[in-house]
């Protein structure tokens, strides 16, 4: 059974770097099948995607973050990441990371969520 | 990016009772929608993909229709376990867009 895992500070000072890592157990990240993504949720709101990607390392973000976001993959590790830059209070949320397949396009996994909050 | 708008926001129903959730996108999505069910501190879980294909183990009185920008998700006969807050995604086009949530409450 694939699972995800979210790990990371809880807490993060404004205008610092937010760093979180998912760890993939149950199932290699090195297949062309799926691409592995970030995912986050502000308290009482919706899902917001940040970015995704593929085992190649190719990246895709969404446009509104892009100037912000890093993600990168470690194969050897089954891991990847997510590292967020001059982060403010409305960075505050749940972050997920998912697994979406490349030709059904569904986020069918997901890790449990990682509260961070941005505060001094 | 495509925007995703359900409705209602929330409503309340009774175990038993047959409940249904909109979802319209900005622009022709095709039947790329998916609808997940989240609990309070969990993670989303899929139930609905391609508008109408029910997710591995996901009950049969869930199911999906629709297609283009308009959808809906029903519950045929709801359980206890199906209160919650539902949430519909395009997988059209990149960014993948999320709607606001539909939050069906014990009545």
């Known amino acids: 059974q694939l699972q995800l895992q979210e790990s990371g500070p809880g807490l993060v000072k404004p205008s610092e770097t937010l760093s979180l890592t998912c760890t993939v157990s149950g199932g290699s990240i090195n297949s062309s099948s799926y691409y592995w993504g970030w995912i986050r949720q502000p308290p009482g709101k919706g899902l917001e995607w940040i970015g995704s990607?593929?085992?190649?390392?190719?990246?895709y973000y969404k446009t509104s973050l892009k100037s912000r976001v890093t993600i990168s993959v470690d194969t050897s590790k089954n891991q990847f990441s997510l590292k967020l830059s001059s982060v403010t209070a409305a960075d505050t949320a749940v972050y997920y990371c998912a697994r979406r397949g490349r030709v059904i396009r569904i986020f069918d996994y997901w890790g449990q969520g990682s509260l961070v909050t941005v505060s001094s | 990016d495509i925007q995703m708008t359900q409705s209602p926001s929330s409503l309340s129903a009774s175990v038993g009772d047959r409940v249904t959730i909109t979802c319209r996108a900005s622009?022709?999505?095709?039947?790329?929608l998916n609808w997940f069910q989240q609990k309070p501190g969990k993670a989303p879980k899929l139930l609905i993909y391609g508008s109408s294909s029910l997710q591995s183990g996901v009950p049969s009185r869930f199911s999906g229709s629709g297609s283009g920008t308009d959808f809906t998700l029903t519950i045929s006969s709801l359980q206890p376990e199906d209160f919650a807050t539902y949430c519909c995604q395009q997988s059209y086009i990149s960014p993948w867009t999320f709607g606001q949530g539909t939050k069906v409450e014990i009545k």
């Open positions: 990607i593929y085992y190649s390392g190719s990246t």
């Open positions: 622009q022709s999505i095709s039947s790329y």
